[in-house]
């Protein structure tokens, strides 16, 4: 036994010393092994985030719209990796009463990598943000792309309707980006045979709009050109071919053509540029576009001397287009648009023939003029001539033209013929 003085003492030393219940950071440091892997994988993982983000921008120069989404996978699958660590270490490590200085420091490290990841987070949102602008620029430029093919096979589709080879229409674009081709008699040739088929298409539905309107188109046509013998009555449509062809070339033979120009004079290339500019362009777009340019004002002056008021009252039951019209601006009518066609033909038959040097001729031809194969062609093919009889001129439908020292021949309506089938 020990003696009681002994017992006291160490009764004293035993209660001089604090008693406490098990602190929490004993119990968070029970495995300190899994703590130690959590933080591992999180630096491992960082380092992942790191490597993916690298990969990210080195995408974007030269930029690579299929490495930039892999590496966007990769920097989101390196996000999400770090946010399972997150809630893991959270759900299995609660926090603790009394915090060690280690586990300060562990908690800094770790509020450290949060706050570099909410960066890598807002990088990310930019990039994907980038990558979709780009993406739509790319889509734009893709549709320009099949637009410009498009186009090119048109223009290819028409140079080869003017005879030129293949050869010839690889070298045929000019510095301002237009088809361009030889400036040649040829080439007018073609223009004004243009220019005819576009009087006989627009005159088709004037007169289909005038039967419906309910004219009378003997009438009308003798109005054109009174007590006219047609060998048909058929034939009584070439009144309104040169109805409108009288029209539209009225002034051709001024440089000016109807329109007034800022400059007194105007330079032959400019002419040329004019014609190659509007060429392969839809007219419609043209004036919409610049409703006052040059083009602009000769398809609206040209449109009031075709069209008269009566007729156009007679064919929509007002003069609203025309009231339009005369203030500037370009229906999208398929009656307006059927003219615009014409008018463009015959704006490009003049900007061709004042780009020669020096410039085409026009000639025309009156009524009651005996016909003469060398500077005339009758618009009848199959026709025959009583002997002792002359056949004369009854309507001119298409003029004549003086190109590098040869005649284009008119075209004619003869009378004083019989018509053969």
Not at 15 to 30: G, I, R, T
Not at 261 to 290: G, I, K, M, T, W
Not at 312 to 333: C, K, V, W
Request: hydrophobic share 35%; with cysteine.
């Amino acid at each position: 036994m020990q003696p009681s003085g002994a017992k006291d003492t160490q009764l004293r030393e035993s209660n001089s010393q604090k008693v406490h219940p098990q602190p929490m950071e004993e119990a968070a440091n029970q495995n300190p092994e899994a703590v130690e892997a959590v933080v591992s994988r999180i630096f491992t993982n960082i380092s992942s985030l790191k490597s993916a983000y690298i990969q990210l921008q080195s995408a974007h120069t030269p930029y690579d719209p299929d490495k930039i989404q892999a590496a966007d996978k990769l920097v989101i699958s390196e996000l999400k990796n770090l946010s399972e660590l997150k809630h893991f270490y959270r759900e299995h490590n609660p926090k603790p009463v009394c915090v060690s200085p280690q586990d300060s420091r562990l908690a800094a490290e770790i509020q450290e990598q949060q706050s570099l990841l909410k960066t890598y987070e807002v990088m990310v949102k930019k990039f994907q943000s980038e990558i979709q602008n780009k993406d739509s620029e790319i889509l734009q430029l893709q549709q320009q792309i099949l637009e410009a093919s498009q186009k090119r096979i048109k223009l290819e589709k028409n140079l080869k309707l003017r005879g030129l080879s293949e050869k010839e229409s690889e070298n045929a674009v000019n510095e301002d980006g237009h088809f361009s081709v030889d400036l040649t008699p040829e080439l007018f040739r073609s223009a004004v045979e243009g220019a005819y088929r576009a009087i006989h298409d627009f005159s088709k539905p004037l007169i289909n709009m005038m039967k419906a309107a309910g004219w009378d188109l003997d009438a009308a046509a003798n109005s054109i050109e009174p007590d006219l013998v047609y060998a048909k009555r058929a034939h009584k449509k070439y009144a309104f071919e040169s109805h409108i062809c009288q029209r539209m070339f009225a002034e051709f033979q001024n440089e000016f053509f109807s329109v007034k120009y800022e400059n007194s004079a105007v330079p032959n290339d400019s002419f040329y540029h004019q014609y190659l500019a509007l060429r392969e362009s839809d007219p419609l777009d043209v004036v919409v576009q610049n409703p006052k340019s040059l083009f602009g004002n000769f398809c609206r002056k040209k449109y009031l001397e075709v069209v008269h008021s009566k007729m156009e009252s007679a064919f929509f039951g007002n003069l609203d287009q025309r009231n339009y019209i005369m203030s500037g601006g370009h229906p999208r009518t398929a009656f307006y648009q059927a003219f615009l066609k014409l008018t463009k033909s015959i704006w490009l038959l003049h900007r061709l023939a004042y780009s020669f040097d020096p410039p085409v001729r026009v000639f025309q031809v009156q009524r009651g003029t005996d016909f003469s194969e060398v500077y005339m062609e009758s618009v009848l093919e199959n026709f025959t001539v009583d002997e002792n009889e002359k056949p004369k001129v009854g309507l001119m439908v298409m003029p004549g033209f003086y190109v590098g020292g040869s005649a284009i021949k008119c075209q004619v309506y003869l009378t004083g013929v019989k018509v053969t089938e």
